[in-house]
């Protein structure tokens, strides 16, 4: 079992920052890959960012070089560095753990405001 706890979220007006980040215990060695996803009410959780664990990450087509993902080994954490928001961030973010025996976990989500 994996648990994973975001922090981070919060109201932030356009063209701010945020840096999300994601708390991950448990059974930790046997995360492959995690990411952050995101979710408005009435549509589906669309990938915002990944990386695995060599490091490779890649990035949904909105991001457009805004967020950058990051992975402390060390601290089991997970983070989103997220520049430049725009309103149409505004989402609940969700972090994921994908395991080696191909199985997916999720925090409780974090809610990002973003104001005009």
């Known amino acids: 079992q994996v648990q994973l706890v975001e922090s981070g979220g919060g109201l932030v007006q356009s063209g701010g920052s945020l840096r999300l980040s994601c708390a991950a215990s448990?059974?930790?060695?046997?995360?492959?890959?995690m990411g952050w996803y995101r979710q408005v009410p009435g549509k589906q959780r669309e990938l915002v960012a990944s990386?695995?664990?060599?490091?490779?990450?890649d990035y949904g087509e909105f991001v457009e070089g805004r967020f950058t993902i990051s992975r402390d080994h060390n601290k089991n954490t997970l983070y989103l560095q997220m520049n430049s928001l725009k309103p149409e961030d505004t989402a609940v973010y969700y972090c994921?753990?994908?395991?080696?025996?191909?199985?997916?976990?999720w925090g409780q989500g974090t809610q990002v405001t973003v104001s005009f």
């Open positions: 990386i695995t664990d060599g490091g490779r990450s």
């Open positions: 994921n753990a994908y395991t080696n025996y191909a199985r997916d976990y």
């Open positions: 448990g059974n930790v060695f046997s995360i492959d890959v």
